[in-house]
């Protein structure tokens, strides 16, 4: 039944492919218990869906159940019997009416630089955009994908048996468990786990994925593989939701482009090489008088405002 979970939520994945649904039938072909596993899942997706009342459905599914129970009678030793070929004619044709049956809802949400929000989307799961952040949801019937185009999101998943998927980059996060956070810039995007479990894998690297934990994170980019899980930092990723901004032992260029975003006026560092110094603190987001004096008091670093508006930081004398 998990298998049968994974090609369904394949199925009705937006970025499905010819090759994916031939794999499928490949699979199917391979039991006949599998035509009716995913007979079964299929079924009670539709359910789900609002769809138990539709007729097509049942005159769909039908003789596909009855050729998958006659296959599965029936001895595979020499390749697929009429039956069996039967049902995955008719599995196939299933799966892709299913798939074109409703077009999902789209959904835009996006937040300015300084603002975060809250949005509750179609199936009652909870989003928090950080700043400067874009998500697109598609949600209806059995199809749920969120797709995180930019900035950072705390996603909270509500409790239901369609698959919820969120792609961001060239990653596809599978839902297991319940509240997680994808952070995508520029083409890099780190997944951390808060609550319940997330399997992720990449849209150009085949099927498997690797599974996270609560505890846990990874990051991937552009290009080459999924990076080494490592535990991820709870203390900071619970904090930002709630408009703070908790740093141990981070580089300070890494900090100020984090503590940029929430701001219109830019920190800039007049020597890059300052950039190494290590960050330890918490900064409220978009308090840049305190993160000037916090700097200033703490790491001796001068700020200086240029003619458009930059406020930027240099060494002091020692």
Not at 20 to 41: G, M
Request: glycine share 8%; with cysteine.
């Amino acid at each position: 039944m998990h298998r049968a979970a994974d090609w369904q939520a394949r199925l009705q994945a937006p970025d499905c492919t010819a090759e994916d649904r031939e794999a499928f039938e490949r699979w199917c072909a391979a039991d006949p218990a599998h035509i009716d596993a995913w007979l079964d899942l299929a079924t009670l997706h539709a359910q789900a869906a609002g769809l138990r009342e539709d007729p097509a459905i049942a005159d769909a599914a039908r003789p596909a159940r009855r050729a998958a129970v006659h296959a599965r009678q029936r001895h595979w030793r020499n390749g697929l019997s009429l039956a069996a070929a039967a049902a995955l004619v008719l599995v196939a044709g299933l799966a892709g009416w299913l798939h074109e049956l409703r077009s999902p809802a789209i959904a835009h949400y996006a937040t300015p630089i300084g603002q975060q929000q809250v949005v509750t989307l179609a199936d009652g799961s909870r989003v928090l955009l950080d700043t400067d952040s874009a998500i697109r949801a598609e949600i209806a019937g059995a199809h749920r994908v969120l797709h995180v185009e930019r900035g950072r999101v705390d996603i909270t998943v509500a409790a239901d048996t369609r698959p919820f998927e969120v792609h961001a980059g060239r990653g596809r996060l599978r839902d297991i468990g319940t509240r997680f956070q994808v952070a995508h810039a520029a083409g890099q995007v780190r997944v951390a786990v808060l609550e319940g479990a997330v399997g992720v894998r990449l849209a150009d690297a085949g099927p498997g994925e690797t599974p996270l934990s609560p505890g846990q994170q990874l990051d991937y980019g552009p290009e080459g593989p999924l990076q080494a899980v490592e535990p991820a930092d709870l203390d900071a990723a619970d904090s930002w939701t709630r408009g703070e901004l908790v740093y141990a032992n981070r580089r300070l260029d890494e900090v100020l482009a984090e503590l940029n975003r929430y701001s219109t006026v830019k920190l800039r560092l007049a020597d890059p090489a300052i950039g190494a110094e290590r960050i330890s603190g918490v900064f409220h987001a978009g308090d840049a008088d305190a993160v000037l004096a916090a700097l200033g008091a703490g790491w001796g670093l001068i700020a200086q405002e240029t003619a458009d508006g930059e406020i930027v930081l240099s060494r002091g004398a020692h």
